[in-house]
Nanobody
Framework: QVQLVESGGGLVQPGGSLRLSCVVSGFELEHMVIGWFRQAPGKEREGVLCSRNSEDTIYYSSSIKGRFTVSRDNAKNTVYLQMNSLKPEDTAVYYC?????????????WGQGIQVTVSS
C-alpha cells in the first residue's frame, strides 16, 4: 500500500529556514517522482516543485528557485525539502505527492499535508 507522511513543519520567522521530510512506503522511491504542492487559506493550490532526484528538479515558480532545494535518502525512503529565506507568503499547508511523472496539477498519491507558518 502506497503511503506518504510529511513532517518537519512549524513556525519560523521571515528569513529563516525549515526542512520538510516526506517518508514514502509501498513503492520504490527510485522509480517515482516526488512533487511538492502548497495551499494557503483562501487561495488555490499551487505547485512548488517536482523532482525525481536532487539533480533533476522542475521548479514551478521563479520565486522558489534559489530558495528551495530537494534531496533524497533512498535508503530511508525519504525526500527532503529544504526551504531557506522563507517569506510570509510561503505560509501554507505543504503536501508531498508521488507519481510516475511531474504534473502541475498534482500526483497520484498525496500525503496528509503539514502546516508551515512564516511570521514574526
Amino acid at each position: 500500500q502506497v503511503q506518504l507522511v510529511e513532517s518537519g513543519g512549524g513556525l519560523v520567522q521571515p528569513g529563516g529556514s525549515l526542512r520538510l521530510s516526506c517518508v514514502v512506503s509501498g513503492f520504490e522511491l527510485e522509480h517515482m517522482v516526488i512533487g511538492w504542492f502548497r495551499q494557503a487559506p483562501g487561495k488555490e493550490r499551487e505547485g512548488v516543485l517536482c523532482s525525481r532526484n536532487s539533480e533533476d528538479t522542475i521548479y514551478y515558480s521563479s520565486s522558489i528557485k534559489g530558495r528551495f532545494t530537494v534531496s533524497r535518502d533512498n535508503a530511508k525512503n525519504t525526500v527532503y525539502l529544504q526551504m531557506n529565506s522563507l517569506k510570509p507568503e510561503d505560509t501554507a499547508v505543504y503536501y508531498c505527492t508521488a507519481d510516475t511523472e511531474c504534473l502541475r496539477t498534482g500526483g497520484y498519491v498525496w500525503g496528509q499535508g503539514i502546516q508551515v507558518t512564516v511570521s514574526s
